[in-house]
């Protein structure tokens, strides 16, 4: 294990075994003081590594005094490879068998419950991980969440289109005229407005409607291709092997409808060399009702990924579920504002997740961490100086 990892209380590797036979050893680490009940963190992705990129979110976790733990996600980083050194077959990485990994790390560690705690993809693993494994599960956070693939996908096309194409606001009416790939459009409007903000979203295309950051565009433009494509980043993002869930299972690849801002047209030029969709493994919506614990879900006003209208659908499905909406936030409060997260997690852990939405603006302002944020204050800064 990278010795980064090594400040963690304690980690290691636990043998699992594969459909195809022979098993390849799933990595994980657990932080913070030893509790109870801890706070099992399950990131997005799909392909997003869990040990190196959150080594501060359980940092600051545990000096809150949570203690978590996390399982890097097999066909990735720690976990990509077999006991020979191989890539894992692509076939042998499912939302299933990624579920039952973490309830084999759980064992492993003597827990018999834990607060589970999702970010984008990570809420459906976790959903899945509530159905399959129901009697571990004390409470949840799901953090920007999915629900169901086709809805879903129908829910972020209107949302996207009413904000800022259809609506009657100078933001709109910009992103209706500028002079560019719709390709393009469909991937930098959302990518800007998340991060950065609708106040540099439009600064950015009046500047490029007066034919400058051409540069910064292209560049914006750009950010998804390594998220799609390739090995990516070395324990950090590595989508090749988990494109059997990502296409296969929810269905990135399912073709765009022609209208604007559509979240398909990223995948399109990728989705022909990937699994095809051969449907999701459960039916959530008609599952969730059944979760008999107390779920928070966050969702940031501007989360034009799993927008508002999903998070309100899910927690309408919940027995005992709580919106927390938090102003000024984008996608994944785990990535872009990680004080938030583990305040949130803390309060759930606590017993407290019902006070959480008094708490919204107080919780949103505190000082963000997170590398994801890092884009916003980037974009924002170049539309200063280039606007």
Do not use: C, N
């Amino acid at each position: 294990m990278p010795a980064r990892a090594l400040r963690d209380r304690t980690g290691g590797t636990l043998d699992r075994p594969l459909a195809g036979g022979g098993s390849f050893p799933l990595t994980w680490v657990r932080s913070g003081p030893p509790q109870d009940v801890p706070v099992l963190v399950v990131p997005g992705g799909p392909g997003m590594a869990s040990v190196l990129p959150y080594e501060r979110l359980r940092a600051t976790a545990a000096a809150h005094g949570v203690g978590s733990v996390m399982v890097e996600h097999r066909g990735i980083g720690l976990s990509r490879t077999d006991g020979a050194g191989r890539d894992l077959p692509v076939a042998e990485v499912t939302v299933e068998a990624a579920a039952d990994d973490l309830a084999a790390v759980l064992d492993h560690l003597r827990i018999e419950r834990v607060v589970v705690d999702g970010s984008s993809y990570g809420t459906y693993l976790a959903q899945v991980f509530g159905v399959r494994h129901p009697h571990r599960v004390a409470a949840m956070v799901l953090d920007s969440p999915l629900l169901s693939v086709a809805d879903d996908l129908v829910a972020v096309r209107a949302h996207r289109r009413r904000l800022l194409w259809d609506a009657d606001t100078p933001l709109a009416a910009a992103v209706r005229s500028v002079d560019a790939d719709p390709d393009e459009v469909a991937s930098v409007v959302p990518t800007v407005y998340e991060f950065a903000g609708p106040e540099a979203l439009l600064r950015l295309l009046r500047a490029r409607a007066e034919g400058k950051l051409a540069g910064l565009w292209r560049q914006v433009a750009r950010l998804s291709e390594g998220e799609l494509d390739g090995r990516g980043v070395r324990h950090v993002t590595e989508p090749d092997l988990v494109a059997g869930i990502g296409f296969g299972q929810l269905g990135y690849g399912l073709p765009p409808d022609g209208g604007p801002l559509d979240p398909q047209v990223a995948f399109a030029r990728v989705a022909a060399s990937r699994p095809p969709y051969r449907g999701e493994p459960y039916d959530l919506p008609s599952l969730v009702p059944g979760f008999t614990w107390p779920t928070v879900v966050v969702s940031g006003d501007l989360d034009l990924r799993t927008p508002r209208p999903i998070a309100e659908r899910l927690v309408d499905l919940l027995p005992d579920g709580v919106l927390l909406e938090l102003p000024g936030l984008g996608h994944s409060a785990m990535d872009t504002h990680q004080r938030a997260a583990v305040l949130v997690a803390a309060a759930v852990q606590a017993g407290t997740a019902h006070r959480l939405p008094a708490l919204a603006d107080r919780i949103a302002a505190l000082p963000r961490r997170g590398a994801s944020r890092l884009l916003g204050t980037a974009v924002r800064a170049a539309v200063r100086l280039g606007g």
